[in-house]
Antibody, heavy 120, light 110 residues
Framework: QVQLQESGPGLVKPSQTLSLTCTVS??????????WNWIRQHPGKGLEWIGN???????YSNPSLKSRLTISVDTSKNQFSLKLSSVTAADTAVYYC????????????WGQGTVVTVSS | QSALTQPASVSGSPGQSITISCTGT?????????VSWYQQHPGKAPKLMIF???NRPSGISNRFSGSKSGNTASLTISGLQAKDEADYYC??????????FGPGTRVTVL
């Protein structure tokens, strides 16, 4: 059973970079049998797909966030990360990491989510 | 990319069946059999209920079923139970190798 846990600062100042990490247990990122996704949910709103990274290292992003987004993997720590630059209050949300099985197009496993507030 | 379209709310009495629609375009819902549905209770992470339009993950009740016709996918919950009261989101893979979600549907059990 794959388990995911998000971590990172809960408060980020406007114009700074939001950095989150997702620690994976129950599976090895190095095995390459999952793709790794980030999804967020604005307060009281619906889900928004942010982007993902495939086992090949290729990344795909929501067009609305692409210019500010970096997703990477650290196989030595069995973690993947999100960096979102030049944040504004509109980036305040619950951020989830999620695993997508190789060859599938759904989010099988989710972290519990972490709240990030952008405020000075 | 534009979000998929879902009704804001659907309600039903215990034991009844309800259906939630999810409408996209030929670039997402209509173009791929990669629609999935998620259940989210307040304060909890979403949970996968249906993948690839109509497949249930292990452990998901057969009261949940999915289908698709053209650019519209549907989730049906039969034998509605109090525990089914939650928000439901559809998502689809797109021709840009991205994913798009619907705005969510609040299911109320009367």
């Amino acid at each position: 059973q794959v388990q995911l846990q998000e971590s990172g600062p809960g408060l980020v100042k406007p114009s700074q970079t939001l950095s989150l990490t997702c620690t994976v247990s129950g599976a090895s990122i190095r095995d390459g049998i999952y793709h790794w996704n980030w999804i967020r949910q604005h307060p009281g709103k619906g889900l928004e797909w942010i982007g993902n990274i495939y086992d090949s290292g290729s990344t795909y992003s929501n067009p609305s966030l692409k210019s500010r987004l970096t997703i990477s993997v650290d196989t030595s720590k069995n973690q993947f990360s999100l960096k979102l630059s030049s944040v504004t209050a509109a980036d305040t949300a619950v951020y989830y990491c999620a695993a997508q099985s190789l060859g599938e197009f759904s989010f099988d496993y989710w972290g519990q989510g972490t709240v990030v507030t952008v405020s000075s | 990319q534009s979000a998929l379209t879902q009704p804001a709310s659907v309600s039903g009495s215990p034991g009844q069946s309800i259906t939630i629609s999810c409408t996209g375009t030929s670039s997402d819902v209509g173009g791929y059999n990669y629609v999935s549905w998620y259940q989210q209770h307040p304060g909890k992470a979403p949970k996968l209920m249906i993948f690839d339009v109509s497949n249930r993950p292990s452990g998901i009740s057969n009261r949940f079923s999915g289908s698709k016709s053209g650019n519209t996918a549907s989730l049906t919950i039969s034998g509605l139970q109090a525990k089914d009261e939650a928000d439901y989101y559809c998502t689809s893979y797109t021709s840009s190798a991205t994913f798009v979600f619907g705005p969510g549907t609040r299911v109320t059990v009367l």
